[in-house]
């Protein structure tokens, strides 16, 4: 499990970088017949479902604002210290995303411009099943609050108390004790106690996710595909072993479905990480969890930067750490992950929790072709474009040009009466 892989082939780095493979046939079997139950059954059905997959009988499935409320107060202080904290930075970053109007004049008396729309009613998935992950309602709570959302639906399987702080605080308008895929397929489909929403957010395990792309495909939005958690380290001879392994076991103890790697171009590092790792990992209360995840970890001796460069690329880490000397050069190369953190003093956590940037992020290389969670993701853009009399005189041939070899006469008919 801590063997080093030295000088791998560059035409093999396609294969190394494959995540740990899933039984996709008996869990789209699973998925499709808890969307059919949902929709059939509703409510019942998501009593039936949690009975079965988390042995809780549950009769309300709605929490009261005064339950949500009693709940909130058993929160410590220093927690609540803690959250505001990161609310505070996690809200600064995301309303510095916000769109700021501009109206280009294309062509003369033609004036295009687009403004942002709230979509009106999300739904969240909080992640509940071993940790109660009451980050991750500030990751998506704030931007919608941002946004302007006007309904917020909150689902998690957890009962921590800070679950209810946190979505109290980031105006959640409504809060159900539902997990798992039926959570998800209740979002999408709507059931007599959950509204059906018009996106779907939230990372979660691979239940949770493969119900998401099935509500994709009926046509409901989703973030993205953020399964289980994943970081890649690159690491030259300044970085330091231990803040390495606590790095990569930060990752690992989320789930036995995690995964782990750590490039390098110093075999000395490697080995002294390896160390680092198992001894922290033997203080950890969730080392059951780190163990099986590193089951799926690799540790990669390189000959160059050049060629991490090219590996990582490939892998599309969810997180990829940076520590190493200059890496704001190194990230320049970077053209696939779902967040970056550069240097020896930026630890993935940081980002997990309170330093501003979102959490919900495209894993299992989903990187390559999705952003992570931002405020775009919560809005609409619409664009508008108003034309003068003079300015269709400017474009109106080309467009009845255009719409003649495309055959579309009506379309050219609709310039050529005003400009008659
Ligand atoms: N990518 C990201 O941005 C991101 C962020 C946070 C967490 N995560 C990931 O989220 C995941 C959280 O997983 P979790 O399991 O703790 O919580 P979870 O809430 O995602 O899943 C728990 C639910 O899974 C369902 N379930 C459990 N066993 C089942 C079975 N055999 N069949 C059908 N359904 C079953 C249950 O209904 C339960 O409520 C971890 O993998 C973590 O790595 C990812
Ligand atoms: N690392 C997770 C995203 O992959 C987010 C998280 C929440 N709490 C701690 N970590
Ligand atoms: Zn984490």
């Not at 396609?14 to 046939?25: A, F, G, N």
């Not at 959570?183 to 779907?200: D, L, R």
């Not at 002294?272 to 089951?295: D, T, V, W, Y």
């Not at 664009?383 to 055959?407: D, F, H, W």
């Amino acid at each position: 499990m801590y063997s080093i892989l030295k000088f791998p082939a560059q035409s093999t780095f396609k294969q190394i970088v494959t995540r740990p493979s899933l039984d996709s046939q008996s869990l789209d079997t699973l998925i499709k017949d808890v969307f059919e139950q949902v929709k059939s059954s509703g409510d019942q059905a998501l009593r039936d479902f949690t009975l079965k997959f988390e042995k809780k009988s549950i009769s309300d499935l709605a929490y009261t604002s005064e339950e949500i409320s009693e709940k909130a107060s058993l929160v410590p202080q220093e927690l609540q210290d803690a959250i505001q904290l990161a609310y505070n930075n996690i809200y600064a970053f995301h309303e510095s995303q916000k769109l700021v109007e501009k109206r280009i004049e294309t062509s003369p008396g033609v004036v295009c411009w687009q403004k942002s729309s709230a979509i009106e009613r999300v739904g969240i998935y909080i992640p509940g099943g071993t940790a109660p992950l009451f980050s991750t309602i500030l990751m998506l709570a704030i931007p919608a609050q941002i946004a302007g959302c006007k309904e917020v639906v909150l689902c998690t399987p957890g009962d921590h108390p800070a679950l209810f702080y946190a979505a109290k605080l980031c105006g959640v308008t409504q809060m159900f004790r539902i997990g798992g895929s039926q959570a998800i397929a209740a979002m999408a489909q709507g059931t007599e106690s959950v509204p059906a929403v018009y996106k779907i957010f939230g990372p979660g395990n691979q239940y949770v996710t493969a119900a998401k792309m099935y509500a994709n495909r009926l046509g409901v939005a989703i973030d993205m595909p953020a399964g289980p958690s994943e970081v890649a380290v690159f690491a030259d001879d300044s970085a330091n072993p231990a803040y390495i392994a606590s790095d990569l076991l930060s990752q690992a103890e989320h789930g036995h479905d995690s995964q782990v790697i750590l490039v390098s171009t110093s075999e000395t590092i490697l080995n002294e990480s390896i160390e680092a790792i198992k001894s922290q990992l033997e203080e950890l209360p969730r080392k059951e969890f780190a163990q099986s995840a590193l089951e799926n970890s690799q540790f990669i001796l390189l000959k160059s930067k050049e060629e991490a460069i090219e590996l990582l690329n490939e892998y599309g880490a969810e997180h990829l750490i940076l520590a190493c000397e200059n890496p704001e050069d190194f990230a320049d190369f970077i053209t696939n992950a779902g967040s970056i953190f550069l240097g020896h003093y930026t630890p993935e956590s940081a980002g997990d929790y309170a330093s501003g940037t979102n959490h919900t992020l495209p894993t299992n290389g989903f990187a390559k072709a999705y952003s992570g969670v931002n405020l775009d993701s919560f809005v609409k853009k619409i664009t508008l474009q108003s034309i003068s009399k003079a300015g269709l005189e400017n474009i109106g041939p080309s467009i009845i040009q255009m719409a003649e070899a495309e055959s579309l006469q009506a379309h050219a008919n609709a310039v050529k009466i005003r400009l008659s």
